[in-house]
């Protein structure tokens, strides 16, 4: 198999395996919170903790949601449905988004923006200003670097997007 054919399978298989196990059937009381991390391109050489997704896929999931009708709130929203402070309404979905990737903000929220979907991105305020990818990631891998402090408050303005940390 070619590079390209097992970047896809294992694209194909993560996206089957989340679309049955977290999205297949909804529980009376349960709000699913699904997390992305990096929105990239990338060949599974490059990307060793699989924590990248296409913005084609992320996009296509998001499509998906929609068609089959399920609501995406707030990370709050969704908080205070399990807390009881709010009723649940159905199908419900929080998207996040870890460690305040660079794409994020050039990849991520334009998908999200279209879609009308809120999400909240955690960040690693260490990390906003620095010049290359996070420690734990790949001096060779093609993984963007952080969110600097203004692209984050730019970020931060979309009413659709929470900040957490």
Do not use: C, N
């Not at 200003?129 to 001096?139: G, I, K």
């Amino acid at each position: 198999m070619t590079i390209v054919k097992i970047w896809i399978r294992d694209v194909l298989s993560l996206f089957v395996w989340i679309t049955q196990r977290l999205l297949g059937r909804p529980r009376a009381h349960g709000v699913r919170i699904l997390v992305y991390h990096a929105i990239a391109d990338l060949a599974p050489r490059d990307d060793r903790w699989r924590v990248s997704v296409p913005p084609a896929l992320l996009a296509a999931q998001m499509r998906w949601l929609r068609r089959h009708g399920y609501s995406v709130v707030s990370l709050d929203e969704a908080l205070d449905m399990v807390r009881g402070k709010r009723p649940l309404m159905g199908r419900v979905v929080a998207i996040t988004f870890d460690d305040g990737f660079h794409d994020t903000l050039t990849r991520a929220y334009p998908i999200l923006d279209r879609e009308r979907m809120p999400a909240t991105v955690f960040v690693v305020p260490k990390y906003l200003e620095a010049s290359e990818p996070f420690p734990s990631v790949e001096q060779s891998a093609p993984i963007e670097r952080p969110l600097r402090w203004e692209e984050l408050r730019t970020l931060a303005s979309h009413p659709t997007v929470s900040i957490g940390s």
